[in-house]
């Protein structure tokens, strides 16, 4: 069974980078799907961030597109996200997920802060 | 890309039936049957509940089916119990890989 795990700091200032890196156990990455990431803000809906397939194609959501990267590590079966220049807008809870169209195993997520 | 409209909220009696609507554009839900449900309780991650419009996954209750008409796709709970109090929020395929949710529905078993 697929487990998902997210990892990276809980405050991060205005104007930095956010990142996260979600470790896949029960599955191998490289072995097929794409991979994605799903943002929570406080009392609000998911918002699809990115997702990004074994051989490295990626998509993004469009709003976000110009701020944020995606990426795998199949060496050590993870695969990380990286949103520049954050602003409060973009404390939330980020979950990891595997993209098997639709998201059908998730990570518990992690709840990132943006503030100074 | 804007989000899919659901209804804020929704309440049922126990042994009810409830649909929460799902309202895209054609250029989501109306094109693609690729429509999906996630469950999700405080403090929890999303479960899947439906996909591709109809499909439960394995281990899901029969209780939970899903439709779709033109751009609005539906999620029914048929037979409410309590714990299916949770928030539900749906999703769509929109066309080269990308996605995008709803607003998220807090379903309230009264």
């Known amino acids: 069974q697929v487990q998902l795990q997210e990892s990276g700091p809980a405050l991060v200032k205005p104007s930095e980078t956010l990142s996260l890196t979600c470790t896949v156990s029960g599955y191998s990455v490289s072995s097929g799907f794409y991979w994605g990431w799903i943002r929570q803000s406080p009392g609000k809906g998911l918002e699809w961030i990115a997702s990004i397939n074994h051989s490295g194609s990626t998509s993004y959501n469009p709003p976000l597109k110009s701020r944020v990267v995606i990426s795998v590590d199949s060496s050590k079966n993870q695969f990380s996200l990286k949103l520049r220049s954050v602003t409060a807008a973009d404390t939330a809870i980020y979950y990891c997920?595997?993209?098997?169209?639709?998201?059908?195993?998730w990570g518990q997520g992690t709840l990132v802060t943006v503030s100074s | 890309q804007s989000a899919l409209t659901q209804p804020s909220s929704l309440s049922g009696s126990p042994g009810q039936s409830i649909t929460i609507s799902c309202t895209g554009t054609?250029?989501?839900?109306?094109?693609?049957?690729?429509v999906s449900w996630y469950q999700q309780h405080p403090g929890k991650a999303p479960k899947l509940v439906i996909f591709?419009?109809?499909k439960r996954p394995s281990g899901v209750s029969s209780r939970f089916s899903g439709s779709k008409s033109g751009n609005t796709a539906s999620l029914t709970i048929s037979g409410l119990q309590p714990e299916d109090e949770a928030d539900y929020h749906c999703?769509?395929?929109?066309?080269?890989?990308?996605?995008?949710f709803g607003g998220g529905t807090r379903l309230t078993v009264l």
């Open positions: 054609n250029n989501d839900v109306g094109d693609y049957d690729f």
């Open positions: 999703s769509s395929y929109t066309g080269s890989s990308t996605w995008v």
């Open positions: 591709d419009v109809t």
């Open positions: 997920a595997r993209d098997s169209s639709p998201f059908d195993s």
